[in-house]
């Protein structure tokens, strides 16, 4: 009874109004054009006749939930994975190029992490830029990237990982660096007294010192490595992925279809973001860290 109070509840709640504030923007986005199309028929229909028709139509200005439902179950229950119509095949597409991004700013990010903490000069030097890195909005960088790859020859999987690591590279940075500082002045100090080498005081202290913001960082960077994948997909008119899904449903007008693809993202996101914290955890656990 206690965990149904305390966290079902709350959740449930939540939902719950989320769906009530939908369903009423559904009819009043929607109600316009039921009203037009009944007054280019010459009729005069009322609120109760235009109310179910809100839910109904084929391309909503807001789709109703189960519309999306419906959609989501038919582009991956109903359709074959290898379907160019199935979400899941259009996933796969965008996951790809997810994690290769994702992977190389990891390590990307890890790196520049450990030669800032190292070399003050580097500190005082590269930090500054990094930051000023991700000052560039994503939507201008993206078509440049694209551009500049294809000039050389250089297409497909790939553009779309760059703009992912540009993206996933940043809170790594961010969050080793804090993380590899974190020690204290006397926990540095105990090290000297032990004769550490700096390669000692590294693996021994820094690092393990380190885990909690990497993993942190880590949640954050797969996330948004997945957006930067969609939008890598956007300026190439891609055939594949599900930033070409958005696109093809804003092309014609397929407003479920849209909503369709965002929920998916949203999905894959969860699932990554989850995998990474069990991940956290067990690592944190062989580290004899509490629960």
């Not at 294809?150 to 940075?173: C, E, R």
Request: proline share 6%; charged share 10%.
């Amino acid at each position: 009874m206690t965990l149904f109070r305390d966290r079902i509840l709350p959740v449930l709640t939540v939902i719950l109004a989320i769906l009530v504030i939908w369903h009423l923007f559904v009819v009043y986005l929607n109600a316009p054009f039921v009203r037009d199309q009944a007054a280019r028929a010459g009729q005069d229909i009322g609120f109760w006749h235009v109310l179910p028709q809100t839910f109904a139509q084929e391309r909503p200005v807001l789709p109703a939930p189960h519309q999306i439902i419906a959609e989501l179950w038919d582009t991956t229950v109903n359709k074959a994975i290898t379907s160019k119509r199935s979400l899941v095949y259009h996933a796969g597409i965008t996951l790809s190029a997810t994690l290769l991004g994702f992977g190389i700013g990891t390590v990307l990010g890890v790196v520049l992490a450990i030669a800032i903490v190292h070399n003050r000069a580097l500190d005082r030097s590269l930090m500054p830029w990094v930051i000023a890195s991700q000052t560039i909005p994503i939507l201008a960088i993206a078509p440049m990237i694209i551009v500049v790859l294809n000039s050389i020859n250089i297409s497909g999987l790939l553009p779309k990982a760059l703009i992912s690591t540009y993206l996933s590279f940043f809170p790594i940075v961010v969050g080793m660096v804090k993380g590899l500082r974190s020690p204290e002045a006397i926990q540095l100090d105990l090290m000297r007294t032990y004769n550490a080498t700096p390669q000692q005081t590294f693996w021994k202290l820094r690092w393990p010192s380190a885990m909690p913001y990497l993993f942190t960082s880590l949640k954050i960077a797969v996330a948004i490595s997945l957006v930067g994948a969609i939008v890598g997909e956007l300026p190439t008119g891609a055939v594949a992925g599900l930033g070409a899904r958005l696109l093809s449903g804003s092309y014609y007008g397929q407003t479920v279809q849209i909503w369709a693809a965002l929920f998916m993202a949203a999905a894959v996101a969860a699932i990554l973001v989850s995998l990474v914290g069990i991940a956290h955890r067990r690592v944190l656990k062989r580290m004899g860290a509490r629960p």
